[in-house]
């Protein structure tokens, strides 16, 4: 079974600064997605970033970007300029790209916290 | 375009009460989804859809029963809810696997 782990609880960056979340992840498969969502104390999830595994390049969205090292599997978030709407939950998510795997394997989550 | 919608926002429930929760979305998704919340745990699947009329058990499906009869409508139901099932819920829609899955903003279910 697939287990994704995200070793910070907690993190906290000054507002305009750049922080990177991690993410690791444990699967023998070779074609997947990989997701980081957004929790905002609303507690509606919300999707930052979306990788396809047989992609190299990391992916971008504006402020977002990823480190994407399958070899390693990890999957790691930065955000740059961070700016106080930022202040959420992350949770990085794995799913399976093989018919019958219809499940998000989320993380438990880091608390970022933007100080002004 | 109201996207995934859930009623109810929050519920009370005593142990042994029944309730049902409704997921609704207007997006034409075939795939929808309940999962549960609670606190350390991240985000847990109960049981999923890949179409109407179809359902399968997720991660963790005990004590919860679905039903898929519209396309739009996903029904989670608690039959005799127990204080361990106290959780927050979300429901999520995919157009197709792998797709981005848009999420509700969840219930948050009290069992005494």
């Known amino acids: 079974a697939q287990t994704v782990t995200q070793s910070q609880p907690e993190m906290s960056v000054q507002e305009a600064e750049t922080v990177t979340l991690s993410c690791t992840y444990d699967?023998?498969?070779?074609?997947?997605?990989l997701f980081w969502y957004k929790q905002p104390p609303s507690r509606q999830m919300i999707l930052v970033i979306r990788?396809?595994?047989?992609?190299?390049q990391n992916a971008t969205e504006n402020r977002f970007s990823v480190n994407f090292q399958k070899a390693a599997k990890s999957f790691s978030l930065k955000i740059s300029d961070s700016q106080l709407g930022d202040a959420a939950m992350y949770f990085c998510a794995y799913r399976s790209a093989w018919g019958g795997s219809e499940k998000l394997v989320f993380g438990k989550g880091t608390k970022l916290t933007v100080n002004p | 375009n109201a996207g995934v919608t859930q009623t109810p926002k929050f519920r009370v429930l005593k142990t042994g009460q029944s309730m049902t929760l409704l997921c609704a979305q207007d997006?034409?998704?075939?795939?929808m989804y309940w999962y549960r919340q609670d606190p350390g745990m991240g985000l847990r699947l109960i049981h999923y859809s890949v179409g109407e009329g179809t359902t399968a058990k997720g991660e963790v499906p005990d004590g919860y029963n679905v039903s898929r009869l519209k396309k739009q409508n996903f029904l989670l139901g608690l039959e005799s809810a127990a204080p361990s099932q106290t959780s927050v819920y979300f429901c999520a829609s995919s157009y197709f696997q792998g797709y981005e899955q848009f999420f509700g903003p969840g219930t948050r279910l009290t069992v005494l």
């Open positions: 699967t023998s498969e070779s074609d997947y997605y």
């Open positions: 990788q396809e595994a047989y992609k190299q």
């Open positions: 997006m034409n998704h075939e795939y």
